[in-house]
């Protein structure tokens, strides 16, 4: 178990080569799981492979538990890592597979046949201990893959994209297999995926990346509903949040943020924050499960509105997706219930709380920190 | 092409699997009839050869082998080829696999110029380096040594061997490599547990490959191997041959001493063979 430390670690591949990680400063607490999420390309690989000691670290500092292991090699640094590719090794039985790094590491042979036992009984794989990797389906083999992590008990694991391969049921399996573990043995892991639905449900806190800086870390409600820019409030939720650029307003003693198809009051900023935005633009968010067809599910509340056109209907069953042109080239999408009495290319009008709107500057993206939102957080 | 061709299908099946059987059978009977051939005159004298080339023999003459073996040197060009070529296999095989996995694996300056430079050397002709490697070998004290004809045997299969085995180590996934460091290992060890077993199949294919060519080699041993006691099995098999008589049945008795190894060596990797053949799928 372990604290791990990144201090402005970064990675730039050659003296005037692109940086892919830029100066990423994160503390992972001991026990804690702690989930890089990002796109594809984010460096948020590069940053798990440099932790591992896969990567060489341009600069910065890394301490796993109490020392600084920039120099230290892979295999120095007790961590043991998943792969999105599950990296068994093909000429090995899976049994072989598991003992593989103990062998290395001189453990005796009852100690190695003790934890080989112990990880395949917990994972299941105690009637598959004699077989080759290739007569394994794709989750036996992940298992596998976290058997071999887990009979090291290092300090910290690490998984990259553990579940990419793995079709949507046995990513649900193994997805909680995982939370399971991570209860059981209390150990420091670091997770690196670019699905959101892990990143929420498996994270302690999460680790936002953005073309290779941290974007936010908080915990996975926190950065969810307090997104700390328009990057984070894109990316996490699905459908994205809706944004529109719109005018700051003073209406008599109060302030409206105003566009020609969106209007709202804002009620969650303080005055004076209002009066240095007055009669500039900022850009406005609202959460796709905020927007009603209905003005009355809002019980009276001060209520903003979107006026579009509809270009879609998806009905997925539990839910609807309406989405909506509010002005050229600028979609909002809707999640409704199941029944949407609409029709394609209808003029029509969406309502939102007011306490469910964000507000970010209109130049940076940064978000323009409010009154947190009663309705959710008590 | 073949899709459509396929999808036509105008044979039936068993008429299809018919004429594929009657040709793999002509091959065969192609191919295999001047080995049958020869066999049947290695257990013939040369008088009877001549009486009748052809014909089935009516006695066994398996003391053919027996006087190959004994009262000519023959022993001594199986044991001369065995260890040149056995030697010269060995190092290419090694050598060539650290290379091929060197070249693979590692990002350094200069490894496509290397790789470029080795491969390069395949287009040349055996006999454009005949000349210069004589006088290498003559500078070095080399020649007319079986040290030398190894040395000359493992630069002649080299680049071959490297440019397979860097082909198929090139397509081991990287993952592995990390996992192996993580599980402790060191470059050595991970070349050793890793690489080399899983390129078994490539491995096996190159052995096959370079022990068939040089055991069969002719040319360089002729030019570089002028002592009858340091002959390899092709030139032993040429002194047979004299300029005024030919001793046809020795010579195939020689030549059928000389196939076992490779059939040997054949059998014992085969399938390892057909497995780097069809391989590619590491998973």
Known sequence: ?378 | MAAMLAERAPLPRFFSRGALALVLGLYTIYTLGPFLWLATMSVRTTAEISADHYAWPKVFHWEQFRIAWVDSDFATYFWNSTIVVVGAVAVVTLLGAAAAHALARYRFRGNRLVYGILFSSIIFPPQITLISLYQILVDYNLYNSLLGLTLVYVSLQLPLTVYLLEGFFARIPQDLFDAAKIDGYGDLEIFRRIVLPIGMPAIATTLILNFIQLWNEFLFAVVLITDPDKRTLPVGIRAFMGDHFQDIGMIATGVMISVIPVIIVYIFFSEKLIRGMTAGAIK
């Open chain 1, 1 to 378: 178990m372990a604290v791990v430390t990144l201090d402005k670690l970064s990675k730039q591949y050659g003296p005037t080569g692109p940086v892919v990680v830029d100066k990423v400063d994160l503390h992972i607490g001991d026990g804690e799981f702690m989930v890089l999420l990002g796109p594809s390309g984010c460096g948020k690989s590069t940053t798990l492979r440099m932790i591992a000691g896969l990567e060489e670290i341009s600069s910065g500092k890394l301490s796993i538990g109490d020392r600084v292991v920039n120099q230290v090699p892979a295999k120095d640094r007790d961590i043991a890592m998943v792969f999105q590719s599950y990296a068994l090794y093909p000429h090995m039985s899976v049994a072989d597979n598991l003992a593989f790094g103990l062998r290395r590491r001189n453990f005796a042979a009852a100690e190695i046949e003790r934890r080989v036992q112990d990880a395949a009984n917990i994972l299941g794989l105690t009637p598959l201990l004699t077989r080759k990797p290739s007569a394994l389906s794709g989750g036996q083999r992940q298992r596998v893959a976290l058997g071999r992590a887990m009979v090291r008990e290092p300090m910290v694991f690490l998984f990259d994209e553990p579940l990419s391969n793995l079709d949507a049921a046995l990513r649900v399996n193994t997805r909680s297999e995982i939370i399971k573990q991570h209860k059981r043995l209390g150990s420091t892991m670091i997770y690196v995926t670019h699905d959101q639905v892990e990143a929420m449900t498996m994270g302690t806190r999460i680790c936002v990346m953005n073309a290779g800086r941290v974007a936010q870390i908080g915990a996975p409600l926190d950065v969810y509903w307090e997104p700390a820019d328009t990057f984070v409030a894109r990316f996490l939720g699905s459908p994205p949040m809706n944004l529109a650029t719109a005018a700051v307003v003073a209406v008599d003693d109060s302030h409206v943020a105003r566009s020609p198809s969106v209007e709202t009051a804002l009620t969650r900023w303080s005055p004076q924050v209002l009066g240095n935005l007055a009669d500039q633009k900022v850009t406005i968010g609202v959460r796709a499960e905020d927007l009603h067809i209905n003005k009355a599910a809002l019980g009276g509340e001060p209520a903003g509105h979107v006026r579009g056109r509809t270009i879609a209907v998806e009905p997925l069953g539990a839910e609807t997706l309406l989405l909506v042109e509010i002005e050229s080239g600028v979609e909002w999408t809707a999640r409704l219930p199941r029944h949407v009495p609409v029709a394609i290319d209808e003029t029509v009008d969406l309502y939102f709380p007011a306490n469910a709107v964000f507000v970010f500057d209109a130049m940076t993206g940064r978000a323009i920190i409010g009154e947190k939102r009663r309705d959710i957080r008590q």
